[in-house]
């Protein structure tokens, strides 16, 4: 594949973009300026919600004259543009009567379940050690209210149950066996259990985003670490995951990269895919 032909990068952020630390290091942010410098659109597509993605976007400049760039938060839940007024492109959200659902049953299972609004992390239990742990991830902070479901009057792209590992297995078996045929879960760390509309997916919404640009998958290339970037990491022309990352995201991949995300493994690709 010619250097030139990649039109579109996705980054997944925790695990790939950012070091453990959470920080884009110098090399990476280098190699990112030259990439943006030559056209291609960044798209930062992560698990996390758009609120906790904006402040990553900002950092890179995404949106600025020059600097095309996208956010694809919540799994490929949503898509929106960084370039001023911050336009949905596209999205997928729970169905309604889904949110009180959701909260009874984390309720019935005595486990923590949150959502997010513009500016924080939405939960009836802001204290909880597991749900803290969202806050700290996307740097938002912890909003305590009294009734999540009746909180809740605007669409939702995702709800999160959060909990002691030990309790992940059996509280996912639980849920999937409620929910069979309306929503997916899926565990996407020890604690966490991601409750989102049925198909969400980073490859569905990157083919929505790159048939709105006119381009194909061989124009992308894709950068992951994690189970949830395997879809992605497949589908795009050029799929690579992280040298830390699990076995089964290796097998997606076309390339793996010799470094680690604390060690530029993304610029170690951008450099070698689509740097001179």
């Known amino acids: 594949m010619a250097k030139t032909d990649i039109k579109v990068l996705a980054l997944d952020l925790d695990g790939t973009l950012t070091n453990d630390q959470k920080e884009i290091t110098p090399r990476t942010r280098a190699a990112l300026d030259a990439a943006l410098a030559q056209g291609v659109t960044v798209v930062l597509a992560s698990g996390r919600p758009t609120a906790g993605v904006t402040p990553v976007a900002r950092e890179l400049g995404l949106g600025q004259p020059g600097r095309a760039g996208m956010i694809l938060s919540y799994n490929g839940g949503a898509i ?26 984390a309720a019935s299972q005595n486990v923590a379940i949150v959502t997010y609004n513009d500016t924080g992390v939405v939960t009836e239990r802001p204290e909880d050690p597991w749900a803290q742990k969202e806050g700290f991830t996307n740097k938002l902070p912890m909003i305590g209210v009294e009734n999540l ?34 929503i997916d879960l899926y565990p996407s760390s020890p604690f966490f259990i991601e409750a989102v509309p049925l198909g969400v997916a ?25 189970m949830n970037d ?19 995201v290796k097998a997606a991949a076309n390339y793996v990269t010799a470094a680690d995300n604390n060690h530029d493994g993304v610029a170690e690709a951008i450099e070698r895919f689509i740097l001179q």
Do not use: H
């Open 230 to 248: 395997r879809s992605m990491i497949r589908y795009a022309g050029v799929g690579v995951a992280m040298a830390n990352a699990a076995g089964p």
């Open 80 to 105: 929106v543009d960084c370039a001023p007024g911050s336009r949905v492109l596209w999205q997928q959200v729970l169905p309604a009567p889904m949110v009180p659902a959701l909260c009874a049953f």
């Open 202 to 226: 980073k490859d569905r919404s990157l083919a929505a985003l790159l048939d709105r640009m006119g381009l194909a998958p061989r124009q992308l290339m894709a950068c992951g670490d994690g």
């Open 149 to 182: 479901a009746a909180y809740v009057n605007y669409p939702v792209n995702k709800m999160l149950i959060t909990l002691d590992p030990l309790r992940l297995r059996g509280v996912l078996q639980a849920g999937e066996a409620k929910f069979a045929g309306q």
